[in-house]
């Protein structure tokens, strides 16, 4: 009996210390989301946990393990680092020229029977079931698609409208339709962190946005129709990794994607397109695949911003145009070796034209920001002359291919924005009332001036005759003061009589803004003339259709907007363009009244409703945000002060809504603490991409008007006008 006790101790002791001083070499693992980092090693020890952390990284780029890097083992706590060897805790540190180096990451001491753990950093899991066990096989990667996989992407292929690609010499060219796109991605698993991706889907004619969000489901299959106008060369984002594509309207498109290369993307983080291990399907495969291999000319960003601070105009022009014609060169060198599609060259040859064109136009922008910074810079006070926009003749502005490519977008924002055309934005209409303020009050109510009034009416009438004449600076500032201080009282005598007033004699008539167009529009069509030296053909004319959204917002008069539209339509020659003109004006101008809507059904909806349900009873104003989105940023800490001047009013609140992926935790934690935020949301990237769906916004900030019952009042707030528009929501407390 001793001798079995004796045993069964030396046992126990035996498999306590085999377990707590254990190594393992290159441990298997079950799923990991991080490209840069691999376990190699791992030593079990009764005191601690070795992990050796082996890192592949970009030379010169630097990388920090962070207080929050954990380990866990199946569902027990995180046990968080307590030191490490070759680098120090939250401290960056820069990766050598061989790009990988390991660390010795030292945690607490496992619980005694561990099979598995994790490994992470903050809220997230890098690595998945690292198994403590050395025999245990790695998992294979999977290298093909499972034939149900199969079976379902030729299915969805088979049920696309249209099976050859279009004509783009044909007028189906433009087409309003829905487009397919179908995947599987090879080596997904739900662990992933994310069921989502999304397509930034927009219409280049009408500049509108539809965010398409393309579903995941949990065997790696994912699909999403697309809205679509013409031919296109965009792509698709998911877990922040960018995928081009090409599609056209009535087609489909499947994709075979591998999550290795997401992996390989998040270690080459300063490259473009990496993915190339991409298997297309459908009748636009081959367009796809010819576009994944095509070698174009990177553009060099770096050195793009320091030519901004230090180059002239003039100077920037001769070396962009180099390396435009260095682009074009390549691009044929390419195109001579290897045969590709008609409209994969189309789009190549476009792309490298549009693209440029655009760096052009940039250089301008961010030169004239770069001016209210650098204030000194002496090359940055440079204008450029009219020659330097030469540049646009290259271009064939009446080619429709030229929506194909993925630039586009930025070159028509760019182009309606150019410097030459900013005259039309400072255009107004002059109006005078019938009778001024004076006249109101004394001759038609019928009041008696005083005496005091008698000298300011004086005094006014002094100062609109003097103001004509040369007086110097000094004199004008000393007589509009004397005037301000006086006006001030004689408006403060008479202020209940001022509404009376405006509403009779300074409302705005309904056509000023028609006129505004229209002035705008003339000044435009002279300066693409006598300074573009342009003639107004297919890219012109969709700047002027993209302008209607704009017009037909400020116009409330439906019969004045459809009186403008006749003429405005004079000018636009292609009929796609004017359908799409009118289809702008029928949806400003509905035959039923736009009311307050309910959110419709859908997972979208429910993810906004969970939202607003402990906020009903108040109207609530929306507010979609992001951490590193400046405007965002700049409108949240410019309404702080009516925040506070608001809080508990009973009447509405402010709800802030961000997502995961664009407001990390440690910076978001702060910006709240800073600005004294409450009702804020921080949703999974999934949920955030279904609201940019559901209310249809690319851009941040997004501002939503939700009334009590929960009705969507307004899905395009512009929050300029909160002070102008927050006594409607107070009255609404009593309703």
């Not at 473009?272 to 070698?295: C, E, Q, Y």
């Not at 501002?703 to 006008?721: A, C, P, S």
Request: net charge neutral.
């Amino acid at each position: 009996m001793q001798k079995q006790i004796i045993t069964l101790v030396a046992l126990t002791l035996f498999s306590y210390f085999s377990f707590a001083q254990r190594k393992i070499l290159n441990p298997a693992y079950e799923f990991r989301n991080t490209g840069v980092s691999e376990i190699s090693r791992i030593e079990i020890k009764k005191n601690e946990t070795r992990l050796w952390v082996h890192c592949t990284f970009l030379p010169g780029w630097w990388m920090k393990f962070e207080k929050q890097t954990f380990i866990k083992a199946g569902s027990g706590e995180k046990l968080f680092i307590r030191s490490m060897e070759n680098g120090e805790i939250d401290k960056e540190i820069y990766m050598p020229a061989s790009g990988d180096s390991t660390f010795i990451l030292v945690f607490p001491p496992l619980p005694r029977g561990s099979q598995t753990i994790d490994y992470g950093e903050g809220e997230k899991t890098l690595i998945y079931g690292i198994s403590l066990n050395q025999k245990r096989k790695a998992i294979p990667q999977p290298d093909s698609v499972p034939a149900s996989v199969e079976e379902w992407l030729n299915a969805e292929l088979e049920k696309s409208k249209k099976k050859t690609p279009v004509d783009y010499s044909s007028p189906e060219f433009f087409s309003r339709d829905t487009a397919r796109l179908v995947g599987y991605i090879k080596g997904y698993d739900q662990r992933a962190g994310f069921s989502t991706g999304i397509v930034y889907a927009s219409n280049d004619l009408t500049d509108e946005d539809f965010p398409t969000v393309i579903s995941i489901h949990e065997d790696g299959r994912f699909e999403a129709n697309i809205p679509m106008s013409h031919p296109k060369y965009t792509y698709l984002v998911m877990a922040d990794r960018t995928i081009p594509f090409y599609l056209e309207p009535g087609r489909s498109l499947s994709m075979v994607l591998n999550w290795e290369e997401f992996l390989t993307a998040d270690r080459l983080r300063n490259q473009r397109n990496t993915f190339k291990d991409i298997v297309f399907g459908g009748p636009l495969a081959r367009v796809n695949g010819d576009l994944m291999s095509a070698a174009l000319l990177p553009p060099d960003y770096d050195s793009f911003k320091k030519l901004v601070k230090t180059l002239a105009p003039a100077d920037f022009k001769v070396r962009q145009m180099q390396y435009w014609k260095e682009a074009e060169e390549k691009l044929k060198r390419s195109l001579k070796e290897k045969k590709i599609s008609p409209q994969a060259e189309k789009i190549l040859s476009n792309e490298v034209m549009i693209s440029n064109a655009s760096y052009m136009f940039d250089y301008l922008m961010d030169r004239k920001y770069q001016a209210t910074v650098d204030t000194g810079n002496a090359i940055l006070k440079i204008r450029e002359n009219l020659d330097y926009y030469d540049f646009m003749k290259l271009i064939p502005l009446d080619d429709p291919t030229l929506l194909a490519t993925s630039s586009f977008g930025t070159f028509i924002n760019r182009f309606e924005f150019a410097n030459p055309f900013k005259g039309s934005f400072r255009i107004s209409v002059i109006t005078s009332p019938d009778k001024s303020f004076g006249q109101y009050l004394f001759t038609e109510l019928g009041l008696k001036p005083t005496v005091q009034d008698k000298n300011f009416l004086k005094l006014e009438q002094e100062v609109l005759k003097k103001l004509g004449t040369n007086l110097t600076k000094e004199e004008t500032d000393k007589m509009m003061k004397d005037f301000e201080v006086q006006s001030k009282l004689f408006y403060e005598r008479y202020k209940q009589h001022n509404e009376g007033y405006k509403t009779k004699y300074l409302k705005k008539p309904e056509n000023t803004s028609v006129m505004l167009a229209k002035k705008g529009w003339a000044y435009k069509d002279s300066v693409l003339n006598t300074d573009f030296r342009l003639q107004p053909g297919l890219v012109y004319q969709i700047a002027k259709v993209r302008s209607l959204e704009f017009t037909f917002e400020q116009v409330k008069d439906k019969d004045a907007a459809r009186a403008y539209l006749t003429a405005f339509e004079d000018g636009i020659t292609h009929p796609f363009l004017l359908s799409e003109a009118e289809r702008m004006f029928y949806q400003a101008y509905p035959s039923v009244a736009k009311t307050a809507y309910d959110l419709p059904q859908g997972k979208a909806a429910d993810v906004f409703r969970k939202i607003i349900e402990p906020h009903k009873g108040k109207t609530l104003i929306v507010d979609c945000w992001g951490i590193f989105c400046g405007p965002c940023i700049a409108s949240i800490r410019h309404f702080k002060e009516s925040r506070h001047k608001y809080k508990n009013n009973g009447s509405f609140e402010f709800i802030f809504i961000t997502a995961e992926n664009e407001s990390p935790l440690n910076k978001y934690d702060e910006f709240v603490k800073e600005q004294e935020l409450a009702n804020t949301y921080r949703l999974s990237s999934d949920d955030y991409l279904y609201l940019r769906e559901l209310f249809k916004f690319n851009g941040i900030p997004k501002y939503i008007l939700v009334g009590k019952d929960g009705k969507i009042l307004n899905d395009d707030f512009e929050m300029h006008n909160f002070e102008s528009e927050v006594g409607k929501f107070i009255a609404q407390k009593s309703n």
